[in-house]
């Protein structure tokens, strides 16, 4: 293949490929979107084995076959609910290809002779570092999401200066990559340094994020991914590498830039902890407050008190809890007699609805509000669920039709003429607080308006703050509440049943 | 190729990149971010140069380097790419498929 003939191809695919992201951002043409970028991409690997003349390399087949069997399997059996998870492991194992890629080229193994040898070897270590940046920041956010590492952010003594002081050595030791020539002695100090630093650097940063910000912290690796895949393919001269990677890189920077504004809050304070509550004191002082709460709404003793200390996220509800009966008939029948009677319902789901696997019943729900006569929406806060846009893929399963779903911006001054509002599993996205105390983490997010519809109904598994630690000063409120406590799935079943 | 022309690729690419998703309804965050993480496996192509370069050129001790290193990088990649789309496609499906008794 000549030269000319490779640069036009790898400028079609890379039109392809912009071609590809912009369709997805349309429901209607996602499909045909996501294809087409798949495609362009078997196309990019074809033209780049034919290109440098290496398709009699045989034993790339099989190690492609190996990552096709594994990630196929991946994406066959992954549940929705662990989606976040999977693309957070996914992106990772991007950056870790990009590291070996700039590790391999920073040793000359592999890569032609080239006439720029500081610009491959500075190419080279930034791959190295950003693609292990990626690789251990994601693998971190991965564990966080699956529940192996706590949620709460990690903050160590003098956090900020110690990373502060990593990136001041993967600096340093960029530029001194830049000198290391072709020296093995210092190519070796350049390599490992880089790996130790940038591996300890992944972790330090992304365990300091609390489990809320997790979807931000993935987006932003993502672009990152792209990133490192864009100054590898600069390390190996790469041309469609360099394109594509930096499409990527830009797109997953302005896809973090729109998350963040979903959530009012600024980039920097999210990488810093500052978003989440961190005190210990501050978590148990709001626990003896909700027990408090739930004691003297039930006058009973309550399941989930004894049960909540044992679960690791506070204000949703776990799967797999069967045994908390809704308590207090009374506000039982009045939550069935508010829907009977409820000419318009907006329904707020939350990840409580996801753990609880409550999605199908949720469903079934809106369906029997609709044949009672009744007009019903589901408002969609941009961060409900793990990773934006999550809580809609999880409805989407469940067969609610997706212009059922609406926006915050969308849906959110419609709140005040609706006759019910009915919350499954969601905390912090309906917290009031968010509105006006000024010291909460939240402070500043824009929240639906439950509060103000004319009657609220909650299906939260306990009154504990959510991820953010903020108490919700709805579960105080004395009328036009009605809170039923327990598995999503319990309560929603009985709201079957009373309906009926 | 020269390293300008890399590095202005690099950055036409990034504008480009960042102009073409302004518009993008949070519906479809989610997908879009699986999607995008897919194409990050694009670093495949780097992967696939090193393993095939030192299978055809290289020393015995290259060779070994690069066949364990390059292929490890062509295994994460491929999962990366393969497992991204696959999961994109099944999450945009499920959008598809729903005609509901509102539309």
Same mark, same amino acid.
């Given at each position: 293949m000549s030269f000319t003939i490779y640069i036009v191809a790898c400028a079609i695919l890379s039109v392809a490929v912009l071609t590809g992201i912009s369709l997805m951002s349309k429901v209607k043409t996602a499909v045909a979107g996501n294809l087409i970028s798949a495609v362009s991409l078997f196309l990019g690997v074809v033209i780049t084995l034919v290109y440098n003349d290496i398709?009699? #390399?045989?034993t790339i087949f099989p190690f492609m076959l190996i990552g096709i069997l594994i990630g196929g399997a991946l994406a066959a059996r992954v549940k929705m609910i662990q989606m976040p998870q999977l693309v957070a492991l996914l992106n990772g194992l991007g950056g870790f290809a990009s590291a070996l890629v700039g590790t391999l080229s920073l040793l000359g193994v592999g890569i032609p002779k080239t006439d720029y040898p500081l610009f491959v070897n500075v190419t080279s270590v930034l791959a190295i570092v950003v693609g292990l940046v990626t690789l251990f920041g994601s693998l971190v956010a991965a564990g966080k999401l699956h529940r192996l590492? /706590?949620?709460?952010p990690v903050v160590w003594k003098n956090h900020s200066l110690i990373l502060n002081l990593c990136l001041i050595l993967l600096l340093a030791i960029t530029l001194f990559a830049a000198f290391v020539g072709d020296h093995p002695s210092m190519i070796a100090v350049a390599l490992i340094g880089s790996i130790v630093i940038s591996s300890f650097f992944g972790v330090a940063f992304a365990i300091r994020v609390g489990g809320a910000d997790m979807p931000i912290t993935i987006s932003l690796l993502n672009s990152l991914s792209g990133v490192a895949g864009a100054i590898a393919g600069m390390a190996v001269n790469d041309l469609l590498l360099v394109a594509v990677g930096g499409i990527v890189g830009a797109s997953g920077l302005l896809l973090t830039q729109v998350m963040c504004r979903a959530m009012n809050r600024g980039l920097n304070d999210i990488l810093t902890g500052? &978003?989440? @509550?961190?005190s210990s004191r501050q978590g148990i002082e709001t626990e003896h407050v909700a027990e408090a709460e739930i004691v003297t709404k039930?006058? &009973?003793? $309550?399941?989930p008190v004894t049960k909540a200390g044992t679960m /690791?996220?506070?204000g949703t509800m776990p799967k #797999?809890?069967?045994?908390p009966k809704l308590k207090e008939e009374p506000t039982k029948k009045t939550a069935v007699h508010v829907l009977a009677e409820a000419k318009s319902v907006i329904i707020v789901p939350g990840y409580g609805m996801a753990l609880a696997q409550a999605q199908h019943l949720v469903k079934q729900l809106a369906d029997k509000l609709e044949a009672n006569g009744a007009e019903v929406k589901f408002a969609i806060h /941009? @961060?409900? +669920?793990?990773?934006?846009g999550h809580m809609n893929v999880l409805l989407a399963e469940a *067969?609610?039709? %997706?212009?059922m779903l609406f926006e915050m911006d969308a849906v959110n001054d419609e709140f005040v003429s609706t006759d019910a509002a009915l919350v499954i599993g969601a905390n912090d996205v309906i917290? /009031?607080? =968010?509105? *006006? #105390?000024? *010291?909460? $983490?939240? %402070? +500043?997010m824009p929240v639906l308006n439950? *509060?103000? =519809?004319?009657e609220v109904i909650i299906c939260n598994y306990d009154l504990k703050p959510g991820y953010s630690g903020v108490e919700n000063p709805l579960y105080k409120r004395e009328e036009r509440i009605h809170l039923l406590l327990g598995d999503a799935k319990d309560s929603l079943e009985s709201l079957l049943k009373g309906l009926t | 190729m020269h390293p300008i022309v890399l590095l202005l690729v690099f950055v036409v690419a990034t504008v480009v990149g960042y102009l073409i998703?302004?518009?993008?309804?949070?519906?479809?965050h989610t997908p879009l971010m699986s999607g995008m993480n897919a194409l990050s496996g694009i670093t495949l192509l780097g992967a696939l140069t090193a393993v095939g370069f030192t299978f055809l050129a290289s020393s015995r001790g290259e060779l070994i380097l690069g066949q364990i290193l390059g292929g490890i990088a062509i295994i994460a990649a491929t999962v990366n790419v393969v497992g991204g789309f696959g999961v994109t496609h099944r999450m945009l499906k499920m959008f598809d498929k729903k005609k509901g008794p509102t539309s």
């Open positions: 398709l009699s #390399a045989w590492l /706590p949620q709460k500052k &978003t989440s @509550v961190t039930t006058k &009973t003793d $309550p399941v /690791p996220e506070a #797999a809890v069967h045994e /941009p @961060v409900a +669920g793990r990773m934006p *067969d609610v039709p %997706y212009d917290n /009031p607080a =968010a509105r *006006d #105390a000024t *010291d909460t $983490p939240i %402070y +500043g439950v *509060d103000q =519809a004319k | 998703i302004k518009q993008v309804p949070s519906l479809l």
